[in-house]
């Protein structure tokens, strides 16, 4: 008996395979390019670790989520669960290839939802101020955080292409802040006045700029998106100032971010958990040394797996299949 989740992640999609007892069997990983050009198949790649009969559910994550605010059977959902794919980032199609061939599969599965202004599950003021919050995979990121630290109020920071922090409240998920309206990732990262002005003139659309307003950004770096981190991470090795300024830069965007949802939550914060590639980072900086900087010891902080995404998906398959109702206050419909 085993269960799988999978993180639709920006630079590849994820897998974990984990056994009934909640043990990991193995985390593996899919390159996008490799998935679109059909040299990598997920279902290959699973067979090759276990007994494709031995798969009681798996638990996808895709795009932004935000057709659906229930976890819902895949038979149970239209258009993949998505409203549209325009605006989301930069697209390759490799997402999309691993999920039509699961969907073609016998594999059972479930659908994770996305974070936005349909979901009756979150805070009725962050469904009024923004359209959009956070995908699919933030859920189950927030979901392994959960079993993981035991905490029933928390932010969860997840911060690597992308940073969007998650608040937690009473064992809930009240709200969230995008990567587009807050703190920098390393490539995806909030509008600002330069680049709604390029809209207008026509220079960029809104995708091209949200698509570099990351700290590569400030770092002057450009190239696939699967590359971008190693090269900021690389330069800020060897000294490079703006490679420095944009790591400083994305630090204090997300200790603001931090702070904010700090702000709205009514119960005492248990802590902050980081993780993603570069909240999860020990070098060549150490992520949690310097946004404590700025926190100054105010909160715990406690590290997961930057895997937390196909996790926390493994860890919802398993718990939904064991007849849980719901998920961070998201509705489970199984009918």
Known sequence: MVFIGMDHGTTGISFCIMDEDSYIIDIFKIGREDSKSGKVSAIEELSKRINLDDIKLMAITYAMGDGINKILPIDKVENRGILSIDGAGKVTGGGTSVFSQLEDSDIPAIMIPGLHKDSTSLDELFRAAYSHQASPEKVSISYNALLETGWQNFIVADISSNSVDILIEDS????????????????????DLDMIRDIDEGKRNGNECFSNAGAIKIAEISGKVANMKDELLNNYSDGDKKA??????LVMTVAMEIAGLEIVCNNKLDGIVLTGSIGSAKEPFNFEDEINKYF????????????????????????????????????VDLS
């Open 172 to 191: 809930k998920i009240k709200g969230a802040i995008d990567a587009c309206l807050g703190a920098m990732g390393v490539v995806h990262g909030p509008l």
């Open 296 to 331: 100054k010891g105010k909160y715990e902080l406690k590290l997961i797996s930057k895997e937390s995404g196909a996790i926390g998906a493994a860890q919802i398959a398993c718990d939904v299949y064991k007849g849980k109702s719901e998920i961070l206050g998201i509705e």
């Open 244 to 249: 420095k300024l944009a790591i400083d830069t």
